[in-house]
Nanobody
């Protein structure tokens, strides 16, 4: 069983930056790690993902060039650096882990086995 704990959310003005962290309770080597987000009343959507062993990254089109996912193997931690934030980035952000190197459909939330509790990101205009 892997526990994921997110941190780093908060309130920021449009154009600002935040860095989210996701600490895993145990080694997640060969897992696939991702960030999703969910606005109130909407479905959870894929934001970014990374293969733990090779560091290959994937992004939703809406965040390319502004958000960057990375990982620190020694700390069992995944990060989401968020720059040039927009009001439409406002959501609860969730960290997720899949017990596979690369899910067949990494953008589908049903592919993931473990989830964090979420952290709120609010971007004011």
């Amino acid at each position: 069983q892997v526990q994921l704990v997110e941190s780093g959310g908060g309130l920021v003005q449009a154009g600002g930056s935040l860095r989210l962290s996701c600490a895993a309770s145990s080694r997640t080597a060969n897992y696939y790690m991702a960030w999703f987000r969910q606005e109130t009343g909407k479905a959870r959507e894929f934001v970014a993902g990374i293969t733990w062993s090779t560091g290959i990254t994937y992004y939703a089109d809406s965040v390319k060039g502004r958000l960057t996912i990375s990982r620190d193997n020694a700390k069992n931690t995944v990060y989401l650096q968020m720059n040039s934030l927009k009001p439409e980035d406002t959501a609860v952000y969730y960290c997720a882990a899949a017990r596979t190197a690369l899910p067949s459909n990494y953008a589908n939330s049903y592919q993931y086995d473990y989830w964090g509790q979420g952290t709120q990101v609010t971007v004011s205009s």
